[in-house]
């Protein structure tokens, strides 16, 4: 199956735009009511994984423009304290990716998409990617590393939405 992928940044584009629009103020229309940020992933599992419980409000709360200041040394310790932790249980690393320099890669938190590089995780990223594959092998330094879930229920359609009906 062919991949589109030029739709899904045009997708992406039309987030941006609408996003760009909402703002935290106050909104005309229910007087008295003020909206907050509560959650934010632009890379998945980075705060699932990466940020500790205690954190998680902070992080949520906060911006991109804060993350390398404020959790890059914290998203550090998890990595390699993760990586501690596995290497007697997997096999040797080989992918020696410093634990320094993944922190760089995934801080800030924010959706990376350069048109003239392949548009594939982490740079965007399609619907079949396997975002959460490639972030364990980040991870644990290891390319083999897999939440051995391999494909989807149902094949994605090839025009918009994309998204595959719901399992009944």
Do not use: W
């Amino acid at each position: 199956m062919k991949r589109t992928r030029i739709p899904l940044a045009v997708l992406a584009l039309g987030v941006a735009l609408f996003a760009a629009g909402c703002s935290d103020d106050d909104n005309p229309s229910t007087p008295g009511i003020t909206y907050s940020q509560v959650d934010r992933m632009a890379i998945p599992a980075v705060n699932t994984i990466l940020i500790p419980t205690a954190q998680k409000p902070a992080f949520n709360a906060g911006a991109p423009a804060t993350d390398v200041s404020m959790f890059q040394s914290t998203a550090l310790a998890t990595i390699e304290a993760i990586r501690t932790a596995t290497d007697t249980l997997l096999p040797p690393t080989d992918t020696n990716i410093p634990a320094a320099t993944l922190v760089g890669a995934l801080l800030p938190d924010v959706v990376t998409l350069d048109f003239s590089q392949p548009l594939t995780f982490p740079n965007g990223r399609a619907l079949d990617d396997d975002v959460i594959d490639t972030e364990l092998s980040l991870v644990l330094n290891r390319s083999t590393a897999s939440d051995a879930i391999n494909a989807n229920d149902h094949a994605f359609l090839g025009t918009f939405p994309y998204l595959a009906a719901p399992n009944p």
